[in-house]
């Protein structure tokens, strides 16, 4: 009987502590929670490195590299593409050295190579994507403004609507457009100055089309409606001549690869295996090999790059 009791006794004694640890521990969240909300106004403590990088991004030299990274579309701010550019380097050196057994003055410079090869390649492969990705979108905006027209809406309206509706890229171009009117900006000049700054032939013939309604007059409506019929099935012949393509594509970033790959493991396998490599003869070949890897890649992207 005396075991029985000690033994309830001791389990309601633990559940009483337990359940008084665990208000313990929401006050203690809780109290965390309102001093980090009065000293840091509720927002986390940045460390030095990211602190450093904000600091950088507001500078003028990170500008080119800002309007760079936007163009080709990458999601990174100047100092994570910095960064991520020196993570990178002393990855691919380190795989050389490791895996590889390339000494170590090559390695940094053949890291450095790739690495530039690398970087180039995806800004060239990138170039104009946001303005493509803009033209992917243009069906839908001219769906929208062509319901706004049709709604009674008037073309300015329609403008501010799409700046609020549309998804990113195009959404800030046409809240800058929208902003310039609402600043007294003429209607013609403003979008000039969008068309200069997307430069596309979709969205040339966009803005000759709103620029000779706005003059002419006419139904906009079934304008801007047939123009995005005509854009979605132009979209859509776009991307089935990528699908047809895309095996060819991918063997020319295929076919530079391999190679390298393969004498860096005989490299692996075989001691100074590239030894003959910087001999006269041995740079002559190089020099051949980069020349007819970088025209054969260039030729295939030329010849799968089918404009509709």
Not at 55 to 60: L, S, Y
Not at 76 to 86: K, L, N, R, V
Not at 167 to 184: D, N, V
Not at 267 to 282: E, K
């Amino acid at each position: 009987m005396t075991y029985w009791l000690v033994s309830t006794m001791a389990v309601f004694v633990f559940i009483i502590a337990c359940y008084f640890y665990l208000d313990y521990r929401k006050e203690k969240r809780d109290w965390k929670k309102n001093v980090d909300h009065f000293y840091n106004d509720g927002k986390k403590r940045k460390s030095f490195i990211v602190v450093l990088g904000d600091r950088f991004d507001k500078t003028e030299i990170a500008k080119p590299i800002y309007e760079k990274l936007e163009v080709a579309n990458i999601p990174f701010t100047p100092s994570e593409y910095i960064g991520a550019i020196i993570v990178s380097y002393f990855g691919i050196n380190f795989l050389l050295h490791n895996m590889f057994n390339v000494e170590f003055p090559l390695a940094l410079f053949i890291s450095a190579l790739l690495l530039e090869g690398a970087r180039r390649l995806i800004f060239f492969m990138r170039k104009g994507k946001l303005k493509h990705k803009i033209i992917q979108q243009l069906p839908e905006i001219c769906r929208t403004l062509a319901n706004t027209t049709r709604s009674g809406m008037t073309l300015n309206q329609g403008i501010q609507l799409v700046a609020q509706e549309i998804s990113m890229p195009a959404k800030a171009e046409f809240k800058r457009l929208a902003y310039e009117l609402s600043l007294g900006v003429d209607f013609h000049t403003a979008l000039r100055q969008m068309e200069k700054r997307i430069n596309v032939r979709e969205f040339q013939l966009f803005v000759a089309t709103l620029l000779i309604q706005k003059k002419a007059g006419g139904n906009l409506y079934a304008v801007l409606d047939e123009m995005s019929e005509t854009l979605e099935e132009r979209n859509l012949l776009q991307q089935e001549i990528k699908t047809m393509t895309a095996e060819q594509r991918y063997v020319a970033y295929i076919v530079p690869i391999i190679p390298i790959f393969l004498v860096l493991m005989m490299n692996n396998v075989v001691d100074g295996f590239l030894d003959p490599l910087f001999s006269g003869v041995g740079l002559v070949l190089f020099a051949l090999f980069l020349l007819g890897t970088v025209g054969t890649f260039l030729l295939v992207r030329k010849i799968t790059n089918i404009k509709v």
